[in-house]
């Protein structure tokens, strides 16, 4: 008689892998020293328990158990999804999450990938057949609760503004402080840059330029950043600024988040409620001039077809600096026109330093006289301004610069099938584009002069084409990148319908 001997399998009484969740929704320091606590507590008693893995602990700090996107949470979910653990353990139901929707959905992904959940105070396992009846029972209760705390909350501000009593902050805001009796001050530091920002934009300067202009000076956001465009901008539209408040500006709508009240709800504008930093005066000027950046931004182009009707002065247009053409660049997605050095596009700045004339600028001129050279002038703050000259003027000091060019002349001799490429989603000419390094690239001409709301586009190295061998027909070309980045090209017979 024959023995089989059956080995053992390593993996039969493999450790569960166990992490833990843990959330506090505030921030302050009693709450930190929570979390740390929790943390602490499930770390030590995943790892004295022999059957167990410890296999880490996630955690949210000052984010409601209401909103589904917390970092900590959806890292813990994409975790049981790589199958990295088995076991999660969390101290209760309303930690875990206080939306029932929510919790509900999560737990049932949890279950489907083999991963349990325990919560402790309520002694329930999502591994039990009753857990998931008792858990729907808990969340509902769990959500009522939050609802009613948020509800509470809402009524002691409502009834605060409807006595008038400000409910502020404004010591968080740039060019304010807190004073000794509970007023709000002006930061003798802040205040007179805000002070200088108002005046700045009522010159003319925009956001960007400002921001540069304050960090050039050192100045810093009252968290210690750079300012954006942005930042200036919300300081020069707020009226705080001027010495007025507005109660319930933001309110937190149905799915917990804090959004701009535009008539939802009740709200109050307090006039003089305490000390302006800048004049009313001036605040007006400087709401003028943003309004007529957003005019221009919204009607300072006309995008038509590239025809002489719809620029009539297509081809009166030249770079100062080298005397080459400027072309139609159409972008802000086929909003907006500028006119742009064709040296520098086609040689690069070591070639040409460019310009780049807003379409609004030149028919602010009106007729032209003949061929114009357009050169672009920048103060120390970053405002540009143009200016031109005729052509017979700049002709007597310039002469058009020559480009020592590495590239081959574009013609059918050099590319044989410059004729017969095309874009496989609207069905636009391909042309040469030269690159910083020599190189040639074959790009859709629809998006080019159209922009890319008229097509996405396509880019082909030449050398691609060239691999293709001879092609005597029209053909389709089109790019597609897979998940890793890699590129691939294909071409047919036909445009993509």
Known sequence: MNIQIIKQKKDIYRKVRVCAYCRVSTEEEEQANSLENQMKHYEEEIR???????????HDFGISGFKENRPGFQKMLQAARDHEIDLIITKSVSRF??????????????????????????HISTLTESGEVMLTVLAAFAQAESEDYSALGKMVYSRKYEAGIPVQYLERSFGYNR???????????????????????????????????????????????????????????????????????????????????????NAWYIKDDHPALVSRKLWDRAQEKLGTMRDYLGTGSVVGDLNEDTYPYKNQLFCAECGFPLYRRVYSNGNRVSWICSGE??????????????????????????????RSDIDPLGKRSFRYV????????????????????????????????????????????????????????????????????VRIPDDVIRGWGEIKHDIYLKRKDNKHGQRSYSYSRHKDT
């Open 97 to 122: 999450c206080r939306n029932t929707d929510t919790l509900l959905k999560a737990v049932r992904e949890l279950k489907d990938l083999g991963v349990g959940v325990i919560f402790e105070l309520q």
């Open 390 to 457: 005729k052509e017979k003027t700049w002709a007597r000091d310039h002469q058009k610069k020559e480009p020592i060019d590495t590239v081959p002349e574009l013609t059918i001799e050099n590319y044989p099938y410059k004729d017969h490429i095309f874009c496989a989603k609207c069905g636009s000419k391909l042309t040469r584009s030269k690159g910083k390094h020599g190189d040639v690239t074959w790009v859709c001409n629809g998006r080019k002069h159209k922009g890319s709301s008229f097509c996405e586009g």
């Open 48 to 58: 004295s328990n022999p059957s167990y893995e410890f296999a880490g602990i996630y």
């Open 345 to 374: 596009m086609r040689y690069l700045k070591k070639f040409c330093a460019g310009i780049s004339v807003p379409d609004s600028v030149i028919r602010d001129w009106g007729e032209l006289p003949g061929n114009i050279y357009i």
């Open 179 to 265: 004073g000794p009796a509970g007023s709000f001050l002006p930061d003798p530091e802040e205040a007179p840059w805000v002070k200088k920002s108002y005046e700045l934009c009522a010159d003319g300067y925009r956001p960007v330029q400002i921001a540069r202009y304050l960090n050039y000076k050192g100045i810093r956001t009252k968290a210690g950043a750079e300012f954006t465009s942005s930042t200036v901008l919300r300081i020069l539209e707020n009226e705080i600024y001027k010495g007025d408040y507005i109660m319930h500006k933001y309110y937190v709508n149905a799915d917990r988040k804090e959004v701009r009240n535009r008539g939802e709800v």
